[in-house]
């Protein structure tokens, strides 16, 4: 997501390039550790989509704003704005 954003700020287009999940499955159980485990994560954040949209057990843990209200929160895109 960061990187399309990026491109479109700056008027390019990047590239994509899609890797079916099977070939990166194929990776993972080929590849020698660690680089297997870095298959695994990215795996599990960018096929599966496994680091977002979750709830949180308010008997294990809670959201990090209740934590920190102070802290003012940006997107992603603000973000990028700071270094363009």
């Known amino acids: 997501m960061s990187l399309f954003l990026f491109g479109r700020k700056k008027n390019i287009t990047l590239e994509r390039i899609y890797v079916a999940e099977e070939e990166v499955l194929k990776k993972i159980n080929e590849s020698p ?3 297997s485990f870095f298959y695994a994560i990215a795996h599990a954040g ?3 989509g496994e680091t977002t ?6 008997i294990v843990g809670v959201e990090a ?6 802290v003012k929160y940006i997107t992603v895109e603000n ?3 700071q270094f363009l």
């Not at 704003?65 to 102070?70: E, N, V």
């Open 79 to 81: 973000f990028i704005d």
């Open 33 to 35: 550790e660690p680089l």
């Open 65 to 70: 704003s209740q934590l920190y209200p102070d």
């Open 53 to 58: 949209n979750f709830d949180i057990d308010p």
């Open 46 to 48: 960018f096929i599966k």
